[in-house]
């Protein structure tokens, strides 16, 4: 794996979380981004060469309204940069990592995503991700 590619964070209202980012970071978000699949609408900044990634749940069953309800809002995900997705995602399956993927799906911000589960991973959920090329 490479570098951390952005943190994700778990909010309630996107709105008034990105007006609070934009006065914490003292940068504005640059990017806002549906992603129908998971149930997410996301607002991304950066600062330096890090990325921060906002998530709130546009619909109940969301993995992230399930997230703030047991847990509240917060960190969320640690994303990874990998160069090959699939070969990441075998490796770490052979290795007894739990994916909760089978295949890579789209993210946001022109990824493909993997999810590894917080249980095989020490209590912090795991998101590979791909650049996607234009191939
Ligand atoms: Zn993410």
Redesign the pocket.
Known sequence: MNKIE?L?IAVKNLTEAISKYELLLGQPCYKTEQVESEGVITAFFKTGTNKI?LLQATRPDSPIAKFIESRGEGIH?V?FDVDDIKAEMRKLSNEGFRLLNDEPKD??DNKL?CFIHPKSTGGVLI?L?QEKTLD
């Open positions: 952005h994700g990634e995900h994303a993210g946001a995503v998101e991700c």
